[in-house]
């Protein structure tokens, strides 16, 4: 496993990524119309060959454009992740017929795609999805109805088509969830925009009686939570990603104004309540990059222990992002809370990660149950070895 020093090239494409956002993406970002989905800045990222990038690289690649965007312009890092987390399951769990049917498509920036999974009743807890789906006639094998609701969900009401997690089973738990690939314009399915503090689009679906067939199942009947989990375990270590980039922008900009600004009788950072400030953010940040980047590896080794792996990659780096932004406000002054300001910007922005795809304490469950599996396998093992020593 590497120590985590990129390399050269790594680097140089880190920079590149910075300079393109800057350059390319963010004035299309900002005649994007907030709450919107944004398909001019969808489209320039597929002609970047960014959304190709999404299904031909690996978990590090992922987290290395998601920190690079961020840095200069969050929406465009926004639109990326929410392709990848709409379409990954059908790159990965998809037949033949779904994958030439709409894969083309959002690697073109032309179909938009979104990860239906939260509900009123059942946000980060996955296995508690009350939204039904139920046969499609007596005795039905291979065709459901779904009926009930999905709440906070990216790029709705807006977006081409859903990956959508519905119950077949009841009273089962994660184990009766089924993933479908739905099209936007299935009968009995509308959307409602929802008022939230985010530049792209957030809504809710109702499904009244949205039908369904056996070619829209993603994976297999009653599998569903594995295809959440197993989309989950990449992106959450992207989100960390994303959280490096806010934070490294953050800090960058504290560096240049406490360089620059005069107070007592000198430089801003000559401070040493300041500088030791700057410090600790600089240090926390580095380490919330070198946790991204080794769960984004162990997933792309195929390692046993992704779950928790990216469980704490995301937890540390989006706690970080907003505690580092938080800091560089409070240097910065008023002038940071200043509409347009860069930190006015990123202080809305960074709060919204700790919650989405598995809020904070949902992460600190992950990791106890992962390191409580991991400690009962370890004893499981040593107490066999002394049984066959004896």
Same mark, same amino acid.
């Given at each position: 496993?590497?120590?985590?020093?990129?390399?050269?090239?790594?680097?140089?494409?880190?920079?590149?990524?910075?300079?393109?956002?800057?350059?390319?993406?963010?004035?299309?970002?900002?005649?994007?119309?907030?709450?919107?989905?944004?398909?001019?800045?969808?489209?320039?990222?597929?002609?970047?060959?960014?959304?190709?990038?999404?299904?031909?690289?690996?978990?590090?690649?992922?987290?290395?454009?998601?920190?690079?965007?961020?840095?200069?312009?969050?929406?465009?890092?926004?639109?990326?992740?929410?392709?990848?987390?709409?379409?990954?399951?059908?790159?990965?769990?998809?037949?033949?017929?779904?994958?030439?049917?709409?894969?083309?498509?959002?690697?073109?920036?032309?179909?938009?795609?979104?990860?239906?999974?939260?509900?009123?009743?059942?946000?980060?807890?996955?296995?508690?999805?009350?939204?039904?789906?139920?046969?499609?006639?007596? *005795?039905?094998?291979?065709?459901?109805?779904?009926?009930?609701?999905?709440?906070?969900?990216?790029?709705?009401?807006?977006?081409?088509?859903?990956?959508?997690?519905?119950?077949?089973?009841?009273?089962?738990?994660?184990? *009766?969830?089924?993933?479908?690939?739905?099209?936007?314009?299935?009968?009995?399915?509308?959307?409602?925009?929802?008022?939230?503090?985010?530049?792209?689009?957030?809504?809710?679906?109702?499904?009244?009686?949205?039908?369904?067939?056996?070619?829209?199942?993603?994976?297999?009947?009653?599998?569903?939570?594995?295809?959440?989990?197993?989309?989950?375990?990449?992106?959450?270590?992207?989100?960390?990603?994303?959280?490096?980039?806010?934070?490294?922008?953050?800090?960058?900009?504290?560096?240049?104004?406490?360089?620059?600004?005069?107070?007592?009788?000198?430089?801003?950072?000559?401070?040493?309540?300041?500088?030791?400030?700057?410090?600790?953010?600089?240090?926390?940040?580095?380490?919330?990059?070198?946790?991204?980047?080794?769960?984004?590896?162990?997933?792309?080794?195929?390692?046993?222990?992704?779950?928790?792996?990216?469980?704490?990659?995301?937890?540390?780096?989006?706690?970080?992002?907003?505690?580092?932004?938080?800091?560089?406000?409070?240097?910065?002054?008023?002038?940071?809370?200043?509409?347009?300001?860069?930190?006015?910007?990123?202080?809305?922005?960074?709060?919204?990660?700790?919650?989405?795809? *598995?809020?904070?304490?949902?992460?600190?469950?992950?990791?106890?149950?992962?390191?409580?599996?991991?400690?009962?396998?370890?004893?499981?093992?040593?107490?066999?070895?002394?049984?066959?020593?004896?």
């Amino acid at each position: 496993m590497t120590a985590f020093s990129l390399e050269p090239a790594q680097l140089a494409w880190c920079a590149e990524l910075r300079a393109l956002a800057a350059e390319r993406l963010l004035p299309l970002a900002e005649k994007g119309e907030p709450g919107r989905v944004n398909r001019p800045l969808v489209a320039e990222l597929a002609q970047l060959g960014l959304l190709e990038r999404l299904f031909t690289s690996g978990a590090l690649d992922l987290c290395l454009m998601r920190e690079s965007l961020a840095y200069a312009c969050t929406e465009a890092e926004t639109a990326l992740a929410l392709q990848g987390l709409g379409a990954h399951p059908v790159h990965t769990y998809g037949t033949d017929a779904q994958r030439a049917r709409w894969l083309p498509g959002v690697r073109a920036g032309t179909v938009v795609a979104a990860f239906a999974l939260s509900e009123p009743g059942a946000g980060s807890d996955a296995a508690a999805l009350a939204l039904r789906a139920e046969p499609d006639g007596p *005795g039905s094998p291979d065709g459901w109805r779904l009926t009930g609701e999905k709440c906070w969900i990216s790029n709705a009401p807006e977006a081409d088509f859903y990956t959508v997690f519905a119950r077949t089973t009841p009273a089962t738990g994660a184990r *009766g969830v089924t993933a479908f690939l739905v099209p936007a314009d299935r009968p009995g399915l509308t959307g409602t925009a929802l008022d939230m503090l985010s530049p792209h689009p957030i809504g809710a679906l109702a499904f009244d009686a949205v039908p369904v067939t056996a070619d829209d199942v993603l994976g297999e009947p009653d599998r569903g939570f594995r295809v959440a989990m197993g989309t989950l375990n990449l992106f959450r270590p992207s989100v960390g990603a994303f959280a490096v980039g806010m934070a490294q922008a953050a800090l960058d900009a504290t560096l240049a104004h406490t360089a620059e600004r005069e107070a007592f009788g000198g430089k801003l950072r000559d401070l040493q309540t300041v500088s030791h400030q700057v410090a600790e953010m600089a240090v926390r940040t580095e380490a919330a990059r070198l946790m991204v980047y080794a769960a984004a590896t162990a997933y792309d080794e195929g390692a046993p222990d992704v779950p928790r792996r990216a469980a704490m990659a995301k937890l540390l780096a989006t706690e970080t992002a907003q505690y580092v932004v938080d800091a560089a406000v409070q240097l910065h002054g008023a002038r940071a809370l200043r509409r347009g300001h860069l930190l006015e910007h990123l202080y809305r922005e960074v709060r919204a990660p700790r919650v989405y795809e *598995g809020a904070s304490e949902v992460q600190r469950d992950i990791i106890a149950k992962e390191l409580a599996k991991q400690w009962e396998t370890e004893e499981a093992g040593e107490s066999a070895r002394e049984v066959s020593a004896s």
